[in-house]
Every structure is written in C-alpha cells, then in structure tokens.
C-alpha cells in the first residue's frame, strides 16, 4: 500500500476524500492533518474528527495545522459548505481525539521516521505542505510524490480564472509548485468530470447504512449549495480525485507541463496558468489532471464507504 498523508478542510468533498483515503487497502492513511480553507482551522479540525468518529476510523492521527495562509488574510466558503463547514448531516460530538502536535510538525516527523518516501495529497489550501517545505526543505526526499486537488488548466469558482484551494493561498501554491518535489495537480477541469449525479446517489442509497445515509446527506447540501451559487444541479466532488489518481493512476489521466500561479494579477491572483500546448519555454514541473474514469471513480468511492460500513 502506498503510505499517504491527507491534508484536508473539510469541507463536503474532503469528508468523502478522507473515507476513500481510509477505507481503500492501496493507501497506508499514515495521518490526517488539517488547514484552514473551507472553514477556520477550529472548524475543519472539529469536522475531520466528526467524519472518523462517524466512520468508525480511530487509528489514525488527527493534527491541526495552519490557521492563517502565508499571506494575508484567510478566506471561508460558507455558501458552499456552510458555517459549520460540513452543513447538512447530523453529526455527533466526536470521540476520536485531535494529537496535541501541530501538523507541520507532525508530517516532519512522519517523513523523518517513515521507512520509505511518503505520498502527501492536500485537500485544502497548501499552507501547511508550503510551510513544511519552507522550514524543512531538507525532507523534500522524504517525499515520494505531493497529490493536490487544487488549480484549474481553465476557469476558475472562488473568482472568474481562480480555484479556490489556490486562490486562499497563493503563495503556498507557488513554493509547491516550484519546490522540484514530483507534484500532480487535479484540478477543476478535472473534478467536474466527477458529478454527483441522481444515479450516483440512487447507489448510495441502495447500501441503506447510517455512513451511506450521511454521505447522501453531505452530497445533497453540497448539490444545492451548487445550485445556488452556479446554477448547477449535479455537483462536482472535487477532493476524492485526488485520493483516486494515488490509488489508480490510471483512473486520472495526467499530462506533463509547465504551472504557474498567478501572484500578482489585477483580476486573477491565484490563477493557475497552465502551458498546456508548450506555448512557452517554461519546463514542465507538474503533471496535470485532464481526464478521469468516471465509472472506475465511483466504484472506488462508493466501494470504500461500503468497506468502512457494510451493508
Ligand atoms: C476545492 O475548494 C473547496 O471548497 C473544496 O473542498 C475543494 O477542495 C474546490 O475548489
Ligand atoms: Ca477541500
């Protein structure tokens, strides 16, 4: 199994994210760390710990990471996850404890200890991958591969041209991108292949469990957030694709070019600016997300929240 540390905000798609992560034998979930993004680090700390209790997933530790991104301030999504950060289901308090550790220092130590190079896949805005790389950069070995759902090759959702992962933290983004680090990029041009459609629902439906029953609850939230911010009625569940590209490659076709973030852009800071025709002499130091295996996705999702509750 590939050895992985999810870094996440959960956040609707996070949640489902972290349950694939979780349940599916090909990851070894070695942590999950969380970052402030869809909601204030309190938050998204509080959600990740509801989800694994919910779950029955206590064998993993939980740290929090950043509150803040590297610059600026922080920005919530509270019209497409709402105030808690995770509206719509009821979850109980939760039993599965945060480590009293932050998250920066607890991927270092993981990385440091572990016996082989370790998968990140970042969820949320990079600021804690960022601040590890800035603080630690000698650990960059240590790293087999960093998997993020993040970026777009095309338009944007926080803002006309920017994803939001990025657009919170832009910085974080470029020490990333730049880091020499083997990085994957899954962005929007990708994930809204993967739409919560009536079918997709009608099979969660058809497990008839308490997760099955929470994970409709999530997806339909998210749907009429969806609905009322972009008129679209079948979500996209962004962050599992990211989960999925580590587990099956082959399910998330990937192409190699040159990324860019937008820093300093009038109307698209945070824009990720893709070179995917190799219009410019810039080299490649992403593979970037473009297709994915709708049908093989959803089995995966769908067969990791039946393998965490059966039927
Ligand atoms: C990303 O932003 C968040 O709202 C989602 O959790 C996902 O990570 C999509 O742009
Ligand atoms: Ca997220």
Same mark, same amino acid.
């Given at each position: 199994a590939t050895p992985v540390i999810l870094d996440c905000d959960p956040g609707h798609d996070d949640a489902l994210a972290l349950l694939l992560a979780a349940a !599916?034998? *090909?990851?070894? @979930?070695l942590a999950i760390t969380t970052v402030a993004g869809n909601q204030t680090l309190d938050k998204t700390t509080m959600n990740a710990r509801r989800i694994c209790t919910a779950a029955g997933i206590t064998g993993v530790p939980i740290a929090a990471g950043c509150g803040m991104p590297l610059v600026g301030e922080l920005r919530v999504a509270p019209e497409i996850h709402g105030a808690s950060g995770l509206d719509g289901p009821t979850l109980g308090e939760p039993t599965v404890p945060v480590v009293d550790e932050h998250a920066v220092a607890l991927i270092h130590r993981i990385l440091l200890d572990h016996p082989e190079p370790v998968t990140l896949v970042p969820t949320g805005p990079l600021t804690n991958v960022a601040t590890l790389l800035r603080d630690h950069p000698e650990v960059a070995p240590k790293i087999r591969e960093i998997v993020f759902m993040g970026g777009s090759t095309g338009r944007g959702n926080i803002t006309p041209y920017g994803e939001f992962n990025v657009v919170v933290d832009p910085e974080a983004a470029e020490i990333v991108l730049r880091s020499g680090i083997p990085v994957t990029m899954c962005g929007l041009n990708v994930t809204h292949q993967a739409l919560v459609t009536p079918d997709v629902l009608a099979r969660f439906q058809r497990l008839d469990t308490d997760l099955a029953r929470i994970c409709i609850d999530l997806m339909t939230f998210f749907a009429s957030a969806y609905e009322n911010v972009f008129g679209l009625a079948d979500p996209p569940l962004h962050d599992p694709i990211a989960v999925a590209r580590v587990i099956d490659p082959s399910i998330v076709a990937c192409v190699p070019a040159p990324v860019a973030v937008e @820093? !300093? +852009?009038?109307?698209? *800071? +945070?824009?990720t600016v893709v070179d995917l025709h190799h219009r410019t002499a810039a080299p490649d130091n992403a593979g970037v997300a473009v297709r994915l295996d709708v049908d093989a996705f959803w089995d995966l999702v769908i067969g990791a929240v039946e393998r965490l509750a059966p039927p």
């Open positions: !599916d034998p *090909r990851i070894e @979930l @820093l !300093d +852009g009038t109307h698209t *800071r +945070g824009a």
